[in-house]
Each structure stands twice: as structure tokens, then as C-alpha cells.
């Protein structure tokens, strides 16, 4: 059993991308802005004594690679790129608990200005039960 005792949360917000996501064929071709808050819980205790960042989730190579991961997806759903999100992040770092934010900024909706969004949770049920 994995002791939470020492984790922490990094925050990661703002992150602007842009993808190729939506259910019109026009959106998966031109593409479109999203903006995305991360938050991975992780054992800060060995870092934070070391002061290395080889013992923590390195926020940058978390951006740039869902920046990247933006530039190659062609997907209908934001339920489906948020789902990319968790596993690129998994990728880097195994199965860390996670929350994310995927907010899409101008869905082509008439009359409709505002943004859309999911809030997913991933490895997180454990993290609360401390």
C-alpha cells in the first residue's frame, strides 16, 4: 500500500494549446484553442530535502509534451483528448494521481460565447482517504 503521507500537489495552469478536436470536420482541420490546469499529487519528501528535480515531476517536460501531444491528435471528443492528456502524462511519470481542466475556448455554437470543459480524475481516490 502506497503512503500518501508525503505528498504534495503541483498545479500547473493556463497551459494554452491548440488542437485538432471537435465533431464538425472543420474543427479537426483547422483547429482550435483550448486551456488546460493540471494537477499531479506526487512524494515531494526527497526532492524537497535534495533539492533535485530528477526526484520531482518536472512541470516543463510535462507542458511540452502535451504541447506536443496538441500538435498530433485528431480526435472528436474532449472527453477523448483529455483521456491522451492522462496517458501522456502516465508516459512521463507512471500513475500518478491527477486531476485536469480541459476547457475548449470558442466552441462553434450559435450564439454561445462562452467555453466548454471537462474535469477528469485519474489514480486519485487513494490521495483523499489520507
Not at 512524494?43 to 535534495?50: C, G, K
Not at 502516465?90 to 455554437?109: A, H, N
Amino acid at each position: 500500500m502506497v503512503s500518501f503521507d508525503n505528498y504534495s500537489a503541483i498545479h500547473i495552469n493556463n497551459i494554452d494549446l491548440w488542437a485538432h478536436v471537435g465533431v464538425l470536420d472543420e474543427e479537426r482541420l483547422l483547429g482550435q484553442s483550448f486551456l488546460l490546469d493540471i494537477t499531479i499529487w506526487f512524494d515531494v519528501e526527497n526532492a524537497s530535502l535534495q533539492d533535485n528535480l530528477s526526484l520531482t515531476v518536472d512541470y516543463s517536460k510535462v507542458i511540452k509534451s502535451i504541447q506536443q501531444l496538441s500538435f498530433e491528435i485528431n480526435c472528436m471528443t474532449i472527453e477523448k483528448f483529455s483521456e491522451l492528456i492522462f496517458d501522456e502524462i502516465e508516459t512521463l511519470y507512471g500513475p500518478l494521481p491527477m486531476e485536469i481542466d480541459l476547457s475548449k475556448c470558442s466552441p462553434p455554437i450559435a450564439g454561445f460565447n462562452g467555453t466548454v470543459s471537462i474535469n477528469r480524475k485519474r489514480n486519485i481516490s487513494d490521495i483523499h482517504h489520507k
